[in-house]
């Protein structure tokens, strides 16, 4: 203990008064530890607004010749012309869109049921495993999401869904589903995303339902409401921006998506009615277009592409972050 | 009504059950040591195996918890340690922005970034952009796992003399560690499974090469190759490859969960 | 302001009818004998310790402490009581300067640990905690060290090399002696230091604290989290305790106050009423708040 600055200590007496220059020593301050401490957690916080700015900055560089080349033009545009030089990301921009909004149409109900199912009706028995299989869903990597997609979603598709579709309940007259059906198609993409995005609509829709207030279900229930009832007229109201912000936060993912997507979309820069015939989403655009590109003006084509999808995402994102967040600041206020 | 709400249940949990039937189905016959030990094969030859993929995966995800871990838990102590600050919600926010950045957009970035000026594909590019999609995972997690641990404990160890930076990362963060593993650990299980980011960065390479600074091989990378070629026996080496994927996958997402579940009640009291 | 009571412990003796009948009330259950207390005051000139001088703590604008003047005497135990929110605990926080690492807080004033001002220019927090030891109303252990480690953890960070193994086991082996718990520990030191009891954890705590053998050791409240048997055990061990070092208690029982303090202090709404020797205080305080507080009048 020859180390230690502070007196002996004889039990029974009192501890004889140092020398106040040991003492005014010890207590020196000496905070270098903490500065560096505090420096370095400030530099890694730092590194992610600069590895965004430095992104964005990247990506604008790259893309920037396209953009002047095309301006508004680039997005209007449905040209995708390779050999010509002429690029418009309507076609991708299109695909985009309505692969993802296949994949909410049928994802949403699915995902709320299920987030409703869990939170609500579920055996607490069956709340565990039912949870963990849906959370599963967003542990698959893309690529065996492409790989099911082809060897088995697309037959599956291609019968009997399609047939089933068009000739058993007539909607072939309507042309979304007219036209022939190879394979590769929106219908498909939009399917697969709706499975990928599942687990995130349903892991958000639950915790904004489990944060209503325990106080109005009882109020309605209070009021002779049934189970259902009380769900209906008092958790769902509370819990509509949340779910909302789900809903838009598995959209997010769905836009972004790429390799499962790219594997059964068909990838061909056509806008088409139906969504039997293939398409391009515009990451699945890059995919598969970026390694060939050997002009610059199509390599910057590309990375105009992911900018548009860089700040389409960010948008969503943003709004879905929005929404979650003015429900749980609501449900802790 | 309620009905409605088991058969979504039903229809949800159905797809995970229906796609990991097929793949062991399907990749289970071509699962032998040989897969895990030998190279592929050219075309036309049946057999082989993607040792290379298998290990080229595991050194990206190396690097990629090099770049990612440190940048993440730092920035994560960070944001814990100074909440409501404006710099810390910007970061926080900006960190959500990260985490909704597609795949494919990191991978052009990090090509135009390291493959472009470097002239060639390369490992060390493809863990960089795999290592920067990990920071958001990572850095909420710490924040989180950091908050659950009781302030209690900061004060005693401030009481007790330790500096701030002591407390924070003996005390603080040793607590929390299991938190962080966990969610380290669930950040790894997600990039493992990317491909976007690679395609053009790590590029894939049919032979043998551990050499960070060229082309490598990467399991996700291998899968797409052979599902999207025209040979039956790739496509069966491709379930293969989806079956071992998803079977490192699973491991670590599952062993996180159950870090998660077995040491928390004892570990922070 | 301060209103230091006259009245010196020694001439409590003998104590009127009057006086004890009242103590009776306040104080039912003394679980030392007012005549040792006599004898171990008489036998050592206090010095003071501990000294505040003019102390405000604010947290923001809001002074939760507002210009207390105190000294704490060598090898007493001082004990500050008051209602709920009245600072006392802010006070208490203020010796060892743990006030301001909560955001916003500040500190006024002085307060000198042997003639040292510890909020002087150039001086470290850090190294005041070194010397003014802490244990807080719920026990602290360190959940991810063993019971050795948790009672070595203060030793680690102190200034120059860390002591060897073998000191290091000495140390713990004396800390966890003088908190009572080494008999109750001594076969387990390598396992967890959350699987012990309660109150096992809280003389843990102060073992933790004693163990970088500090001048003076601050209680916030230690028995609050703990049952009667286990509250008994840390007021005894405070009890000897202070035959070694400087002692400041907040404590919201006054039983426990008068049961184990040499030197009361009451507050109230952020200002210190009155300090006195303690059975002074309960039988005879000087100020209307004090008696009302003491009397169960509020609070």
Redesign the interface.
């Known amino acids: 203990?020859?180390?230690?600055?502070?007196?002996?200590?004889?039990?029974?007496?009192?501890?004889p008064?140092?020398e106040?220059g040991d003492?005014?020593r010890?207590?020196?301050?000496?905070?270098a530890?903490?500065r560096?401490?505090?420096g370095?957690?400030?530099?890694?916080?730092?590194?992610?607004?600069l590895?965004?700015a430095?992104?964005a900055l990247?990506?604008g560089r790259?893309a920037w010749p396209a953009f002047s080349r095309f301006g508004l033009g680039f997005i209007t545009s449905s040209e995708w012309n390779v050999p010509a030089g002429r690029f418009g990301a309507a076609p991708a921009i299109f695909g985009t869109i309505v692969s993802s909004v296949i994949a909410l149409v049928l994802a949403t109900?699915?995902?709320?049921?299920?987030a409703?199912?869990?939170s609500?009706?579920?055996p607490p028995w069956?709340q565990q495993p039912?949870a963990?299989?849906?959370d599963?869903?967003a542990?698959?990597?893309?690529?065996?999401?492409?790989?099911?997609g082809?060897?088995?979603l697309i037959p599956l598709l291609r019968d009997p869904v399609i047939p089933f579709l068009r000739d058993t309940l007539h909607l072939g007259a309507t042309p979304f589903f007219a036209g022939p059906a190879y394979g590769p198609s929106m219908l498909a993409a939009g399917v697969i995303l709706a499975?990928m995005s599942?687990p995130y609509i349903?892991a958000v829709s639950r915790e904004v339902l489990r944060a209503v207030p325990r106080s109005q279900r009882e109020a309605a229930l209070a009021l002779g409401a049934t189970?259902?009832e009380m769900i209906w007229d008092a958790v769902l109201p509370n819990a509509r921006s949340g779910i909302i912000g789900g809903v838009i936060?598995g959209l997010?993912?769905a836009?972004?998506?790429?390799?499962a997507v790219t594997?059964v979309i068909g990838n061909r820069a056509e806008i088409s009615a139906s969504l039997l015939a293939p398409g391009y989403t515009m990451?699945s655009l890059?995919?598969n277009e970026?390694?060939e590109a050997t002009s610059d003006l199509h390599l910057s084509a590309?990375?105009a592409v992911?900018g548009v999808?860089?700040v389409i995402?960010?948008v969503?994102?943003?709004i879905a972050?929005w929404l979650v967040w003015t429900v749980e600041r609501g449900a802790a206020g | 009504m309620v009905s409605l709400t088991y058969i979504a249940a039903a229809l949800a949990t159905l797809p995970l059950i229906f796609i990991l039937v097929h793949l062991v189905r399907a990749g289970a016959a071509s699962i032998n040591p040989a897969f895990f030990m030998q190279m592929p094969k050219p075309v036309g030859e049946s057999g082989g195996g993607m040792a290379n993929a298998i290990v080229g995966t595991l050194i990206l995800i190396s690097i990629a918890a090099t770049v990612g871990l440190p940048i993440g838990i730092g920035a994560g102590l960070y944001l814990a340690e100074h909440k409501g600050k404006r710099l810390a919600n910007t970061v926080r926010f900006l960190s959500d922005v990260l985490n909704g950045l597609p795949s494919i957009v990191m991978g052009i970035f990090a090509w135009q970034f390291l493959v472009r000026p470097a002239g060639h594909f390369s490992a060390l590019a493809g863990g960089i952009a795999l290592g920067v999609m990990m920071i958001p995972l990572v850095t909420r997690t710490t924040e989180e796992m950091i908050r659950i641990v009781p302030n209690s404990l900061r004060e005693a160890a401030l009481a007790l003399g330790y500096q701030r930076w002591r407390t924070s990362l003996s005390i603080i963060l040793r607590t929390a560690l299991p938190g962080i593993v966990t969610g380290a650990l669930v950040a790894v299980a997600r990039v493992a499974g990317e491909t976007a980011p690679l395609l053009f960065t790590a590029f894939g390479n049919q032979f043998w090469s551990a050499a960070i600074q060229r082309p490598i091989a990467a399991l996700p990378l291998q899968i797409f190759t052979y599902a999207i070629s025209p040979y039956d026996a790739w496509h069966s080496q491709a379930w293969a490859g989806a079956l071992v994927l998803i079977g490192i996958v699973l491991v670590i997402s599952i062993a996180a969960r159950l870090a998660t579940r077995s040491r928390f009640g004892s570990a922070v009291d | 302001m301060l209103n230091e009571s006259p009245v010196d412990s020694l001439s409590l003796q003998p104590e009127s009818v009057d006086d004890a009948a009242r103590r009776a009330t306040v104080v039912p259950r003394l679980l030392f004998q007012p005549a040792a207390r006599a004898t171990r005051a008489a036998e050592s000139v206090a010095t003071v310790c501990l000294a505040a001088q003019r102390l405000s703590a604010f947290f923001g604008d809001i002074a939760a402490v507002r210009d207390v003047d105190l000294s704490m005497e060598t090898c007493r135990v001082t004990a500050i009581i008051g209602p709920s929110g009245c600072g006392k605990s802010t006070l208490l926080r203020s010796f060892n300067r743990m006030h301001e690492t909560v955001s916003g807080a500040r500190v006024t004033g002085s307060v000198l640990l042997d003639g040292i001002p510890i909020y002087g220019d150039g001086t470290s927090a850090i190294a005041v905690r070194r010397h003014i030891g802490m244990v807080f109303q719920r026990p602290t252990p360190f959940p991810t060290m063993s019971i050795r480690d948790n009672v070595a953890a203060g030793l680690r960070v102190r200034e120059g090399k860390m002591p060897s193994r073998r000191d290091t086991d000495d140390i713990v082996e004396d800390a966890l002696q003088r908190a009572g718990l080494w008999a109750e520990v001594k076969d387990r030191l390598r396992t967890s230091a959350v699987a012990i009891s309660g109150g096992q954890q809280q003389r843990l705590c102060i073992a933790r604290a004693l163990a970088t053998k500090p001048r003076v050791l601050l209680l916030d409240e230690p028995t609050a989290s703990l049952d009667p048997a286990s509250t008994q055990k840390v007021e005894e061990l405070v009890y000897d305790l202070r035959s070694t070092m400087t002692i400041v208690m907040v404590t919201h029982n006054m039983q426990q106050a008068a049961r184990v303090s040499d030197r009361t202090a009451f507050m109230l709404n952020g200002s210190l009423i009155e300090v006195a020797p303690t059975n002074a205080l309960f039988t005879t305080p000087q100020d209307a708040r004090t008696e009302a507080y003491i009397t169960g009048r509020f609070g």
């Not at chain 1, 010890?26 to 905070?31: N, R, T």
């Not at chain 1, 370095?40 to 607004?49: E, K, S, V, Y």
Request: charge should be negative; proline fraction near 6%; include cysteine.
């Open positions: 203990m020859s180390t230690d600055a502070s007196p002996p200590l004889v039990p029974g007496q009192a501890a008064p140092t106040s003492l005014s010890s207590i020196a301050s000496s905070g530890g903490d560096v401490y505090t370095l957690t400030t530099f890694f916080a730092l590194c992610i607004p590895l965004l430095f992104l990247e990506i790259a109900p699915l995902a709320i049921g299920v409703i199912f869990l609500e009706f579920a069956l039912v963990f299989l849906v599963l869903l542990a698959i990597p893309s690529v065996v999401y492409g790989l099911w082809i060897f088995v499975i599942l349903s189970r259902w936060l997010g993912r836009l972004g998506e790429t390799m594997m990451a890059i995919a970026f390694s590309l990375m992911g999808l860089f995402t960010i969503v994102n943003g972050r």
